[in-house]
């Protein structure tokens, strides 16, 4: 006998087990039905406004305020939050970064959702590292270490996909660590560019 489904234990059953944001695999294994009385449970729930649809097989519990880089973890794996989301958070450049970046193996996205823009960028499987999980924002998340980041970024700075940030702060950068990541690249133009940015790092900053 297939067990009925009741909106409020759905959605006090998702909230205790911490899937605000979810697939229709895990929810048709959570509550044991087949896939196509989840799929049915999810479209209508979802056209009600119980659930939000973020992109093509993932949703949220639309009264629920899941971290944003939980679902940017999510929305894409593998993949972990880098770039200039993290070089913000570390401080390594001075701008607000409001969206949310990351890097993954795969083929790179962009998804619009509700909630958001969340850019996935690819590197090749060999550097895909020097990220852990960090409690932030409410949530444990991949994210980049800091030498990783600045890595990730240098990397796309070589390729020409985005210009160089004039005003890194490199104070908390472990340089040997960063030449590590840097390494996994194997791209030697990048070593001259961790050349160019400690050199400029050291220059007398004019105050305005």
Do not use: C
Request: aromatic share 12%.
């Amino acid at each position: 006998m297939i067990k009925k489904l009741k909106r409020i234990e759905v959605e006090e059953k998702l909230k205790s087990l911490g899937l605000e944001v979810f697939t229709p695999r895990e929810f048709r294994d959570v509550f044991g039905v087949p896939s196509e009385i989840a799929s049915v449970f999810i479209s209508h729930n979802a056209d009600s406004g119980l659930f939000l649809k973020l992109r093509n097989g993932f949703y949220m519990i639309k009264d629920s305020h899941p971290s944003h880089y939980l679902i940017a973890n999510k929305l894409y794996e593998p993949s972990y939050v880098s770039l200039e989301k993290a070089l913000s958070h570390y401080n390594i450049i001075p701008e607000v970064v409001y969206s949310i970046t990351s890097v993954t193996t795969k083929i790179s996205r962009e998804y619009s959702t509700p909630l958001g823009v969340f850019s996935y960028q690819r590197i090749k499987k060999e550097a895909f590292t020097g990220y852990n999980l960090q409690q932030i924002d409410r949530a444990k998340v991949l994210y980049a270490e800091a030498e990783k980041a600045l890595a990730d970024y240098l990397y796309f700075v070589d390729l020409k996909k985005v210009s160089l940030n004039d005003r890194l702060d490199l104070k908390n950068v472990n340089k040997s660590k960063l030449i590590k990541y840097v390494k996994l690249f194997d791209r030697p133009r990048m070593l001259n560019l961790v050349k160019e940015i400690y050199v400029e790092y050291r220059k007398p900053r004019k105050i305005y």
